[in-house]
């Protein structure tokens, strides 16, 4: 007997996002969280990639854009070293918005416990076994130990996943001695800041405005005229290895600036600390039976700014296929199907952000020259393009089987459509996350195909300027699971879809 359909260890931006995805194809999750709040740790400053895109085909991408705390950025992207810089695209490949985790976090726990997902905070799992029929887990909950069972665990338990442990599961790869420490602080009055922006430091003399290189690190200002609040910055190597979610400290930001720079810094007060080093390791599987690895679990860059997008579009892919194997329906190997599709797109991620390790790091001629030619490089409108689909990781085409028609594994374009009932769009379309047979060549023979698996896939029939198929069929995650070619013979694109609907969503309805 199981208490619920998936559990999922963590409440962090996939547990919640995976939960949320979950509600909507009708399952329920139960998301275990040791903390006993939501957490206020300044992690992430904001959220970009394709996860946007997603965010708006489920008709949410308003809400998130209400909660940032700015103005979206003029799209210019740090990488390694250098930065891409899309201000002159009239249509950049890469989007960006400011949403402070913990403001993350929050829209993420509303729209899962709106959709009904019962999320228990204080509660740390110290255990999990699973057989052929199920996962139980062991809890520590406020009201003492428990145990619970599901057909599915999901571990979206973060970079220290136990869960991870506990399936076997291999975590390769590399960690990099840098440690970054980022603050917004406020100086005493006894420190001046200077109309360039260095600082005036009683005892130590002046600290020149942007950035310090120093034989035992990198140090930065931020500031304003006039005002004392100031961003500070720092790399050093170090052999520590720092817990995430170990808070930093004041002391512990003057004692890095002390070891950099050689002075020591008074501050008054912070009103944002964070350290973070950076690491390239990956799963090796990400499920082993009936235990499944998401997010920063699954996967770790050496590079900001792209794991967030990485873990969402994770929980994204799992959902509806765990989904369709707790209703029944799951065709042979579609669960196997989120390892292949999601380890691939990780494995994307790790190789820019290790290339950004090799652009950033030295500070020899070769390393300039090598930044250099990159930049060079980026000021062309083709390679930047490329640059900023693979950060956002809108290049990536999931294998998928069968010959394959140009769009099949990628990511659907939000056509405008204009149906009988008037105009909508693919986006529209996907808000209720159900695949979607889309006849854009009005094509009986494809419909007619389709409606025998009408309780599971959507049959829409529209015209679209530009058509890039006679037909789409677009699974929940809004990849393209096949697409009938321009103008081809009817019925001969029959058996093909046939096929990609047994293969993505099993047998026909009865
Ligand atoms: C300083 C800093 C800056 C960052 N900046 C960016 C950025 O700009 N862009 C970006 O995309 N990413 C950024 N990141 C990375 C981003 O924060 C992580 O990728 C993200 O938090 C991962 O989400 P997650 O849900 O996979 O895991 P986490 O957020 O780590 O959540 C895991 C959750 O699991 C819970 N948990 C763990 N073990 C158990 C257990 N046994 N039982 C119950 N609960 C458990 C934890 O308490 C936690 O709440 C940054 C990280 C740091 C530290």
């Known amino acids: 007997m199981t208490n619920a359909d998936v559990i999922i260890v963590g409440a962090g931006p996939a547990?919640?996002?995976?939960?949320?995805?979950?509600?909507?194809?009708?399952?329920?999750?139960?998301?275990?969280?040791?903390?006993?709040?939501?957490?206020?740790?300044?992690?992430?400053?904001?959220?970009?990639?394709?996860?946007?895109?997603?965010?708006?085909?489920?008709?949410?991408?308003?809400?998130?854009?209400?909660?940032?705390?700015?103005?979206?950025?003029?799209?210019?992207?740090?990488?390694?070293?250098?930065?891409?810089d899309f201000t002159q695209l009239t249509d950049p490949p890469l989007h960006a918005l400011p949403l402070p985790q913990p403001q993350l976090e929050q829209l993420l726990d509303e729209r899962a416990s709106e959709l009904g997902a019962d999320i228990r905070r204080g509660h740390q799992v110290t255990g999990a076994v699973q057989d052929e029929a199920a996962v139980t887990v062991d809890v520590q909950g406020p009201d003492g130990p428990y145990q619970v069972s599901a057909r599915y665990l999901v571990g979206c338990d973060g970079a220290r996943s136990r869960v991870r442990d506990w399936a076997g599961i291999g975590f390769p790869g590399t960690v990099y001695p840098e440690v970054n420490r980022l603050a917004q602080v406020t100086l005493p009055d006894t420190v001046t800041v200077l109309g360039d922006g260095g600082l005036d430091v009683p005892g130590a003399g002046t600290v020149q405005a942007g950035f310090t290189r120093t034989d035992h690190g990198l140090f930065g200002i931020g500031s304003s005229p006039g005002s004392q609040v100031v961003?500070?910055?720092?790399?050093?190597?170090?052999?520590?290895?720092?817990?995430?979610?170990?808070?930093?400290?004041?002391?512990?930001?003057?004692?890095?600036?002390?070891?950099?720079?050689?002075?020591?810094?008074?501050?008054?007060?912070?009103?944002?600390?964070?350290?973070?080093?950076?690491?390239?390791?990956?799963?090796?599987?990400?499920?082993?039976?009936r235990i499944l690895l998401a997010g920063d679990a699954a996967h770790?860059?050496?590079?900001?700014?792209?794991?967030?997008?990485?873990?969402?579009?994770?929980?994204?892919?799992?959902?509806?296929?765990?989904?369709?194997?707790v209703h029944g329906r799951a065709p042979a190997d579609l669960l196997d199907t989120y390892h292949d599709?999601?380890?691939?797109?990780?494995?994307?991620?790790?190789?820019?952000?290790?290339?950004?390790?090799?652009?950033?790091?030295?500070?020899?001629?070769?390393?300039?020259?090598?930044?250099?030619?990159?930049?060079?490089?980026?000021?062309?409108?083709?390679?930047?393009?490329?640059?900023?689909?693979?950060v956002a990781g809108t290049d990536i085409r999931y294998p998928m089987p069968g010959t394959g028609h140009p769009l099949t594994g990628t990511f659907a374009p939000d056509l405008t459509l204009h149906t009988d009932q008037?105009?909508?769009?693919?986006?529209?379309?996907?808000?209720?996350?159900?695949?979607?047979?889309?006849?854009?060549a009005g094509r009986p023979d494809l419909r007619q195909t389709a409606r025998d698996w009408r309780d599971h896939v959507d049959?829409?029939?529209?015209?679209?300027?530009?058509?890039?198929?006679?037909?789409?069929?677009i699974r929940p995650d809004a990849h393209i699971a096949w697409a009938a070619g321009l103008d081809e013979p009817a019925d001969s694109a029959m058996p093909p879809l046939r096929e990609a609907l047994s293969a993505w969503f099993g047998t026909p309805s009865a």
Request: with cysteine; glycine share 8%.
């Open 15 to 84: 547990g919640l996002m995976l939960a949320a995805e979950l509600r909507l194809a009708g399952v329920r999750p139960l998301v275990l969280e040791r903390q006993p709040q939501r957490r206020n740790t300044p992690k992430a400053g904001g959220l970009g990639g394709q996860i946007l895109e997603l965010l708006r085909y489920r008709g949410l991408l308003e809400r998130f854009e209400a909660a940032c705390t700015g103005p979206v950025p003029a799209p210019r992207f740090p990488f390694g070293g250098v930065h891409l």
């Open 300 to 325: 770790l860059f050496p590079a900001t700014g792209v794991a967030l997008n990485a873990g969402m579009l994770d929980a994204v892919n799992l959902a509806w296929k765990l989904a369709a194997d």
């Open 341 to 390: 599709e999601r380890h691939l797109a990780g494995a994307r991620t790790t190789l820019h952000t290790r290339a950004q390790v090799a652009l950033r790091r030295g500070h020899d001629p070769a390393a300039e020259a090598l930044r250099q030619v990159f930049q060079e490089l980026l000021a062309d409108e083709q390679p930047l393009r490329r640059m900023g689909a693979l």
């Open 231 to 289: 961003s500070l910055y720092t790399i050093e190597d170090e052999s520590t290895e720092y817990d995430d979610d170990t808070p930093m400290t004041i002391t512990e930001l003057q004692d890095s600036i002390r070891r950099v720079l050689g002075v020591t810094l008074p501050v008054k007060e912070a009103s944002r600390l964070s350290r973070f080093t950076f690491k390239a390791r990956q799963a090796d599987r990400y499920r082993n039976g």
């Open 459 to 473: 049959v829409h029939t529209a015209k679209t300027d530009d058509r890039p198929a006679d037909a789409l069929l």
């Open 422 to 440: 008037g105009t909508t769009s693919v986006a529209d379309l996907m808000h209720t996350a159900r695949p979607i047979l889309l006849d854009l």
